[in-house]
């Protein structure tokens, strides 16, 4: 691999691979964090919105923690390098949460067989 970089070395360039939320943790910005919640609680007061109309729904994945150990290739000049897939099944979970507190029942999608 050594030759072919050399090689290459205008177009080609190498780093550690990462997993995704490092490069979403990354950009993470308290101004624009500030500014939605601001805004978000003006919206809420001018339409009497309640915490009990409040939902939140999210689906995260339960995967296999897969450390980012592999060298990879990519083309020199592209803003991020290419993300570190595990290889592992993802089981998706679904999570329902009111702002007042309240929680609905969690459910999991499982793979399914033909």
């Known amino acids: ?7 290459h070395e205008k177009h080609l360039a190498t780093s550690r ?3 995704l939320d490092s490069q979403q943790a990354s950009v993470l910005n308290p101004h ?10 003006a919206e809420y007061q001018d339409h009497q919105i ?6 939140a729904a999210d689906e995260f994945g339960i995967t296999k923690l897969v450390e980012a150990t592999e060298q990879v290739v990519y083309c020199r ?3 991020h ?10 089981i998706p979970v679904m999570a329902t949460v009111c702002a ?6 969690s459910w999991t999608i499982y793979k399914g067989e033909q």
């Open 100 to 105: 007042d507190g309240e929680c609905l029942p």
């Open 32 to 41: 624009a964090v500030n500014h939605f919640f601001d805004w978000t609680e």
């Open 17 to 19: 691979a990462s997993n």
């Open 81 to 90: 390098p290419p993300v570190q897939q595990s290889g592992e099944e993802n």
């Open 77 to 79: 000049g592209k803003k």
């Open 1 to 7: 691999i050594q030759h072919f970089k050399a090689r």
């Open 50 to 55: 309640q915490q009990m109309d409040i939902w």
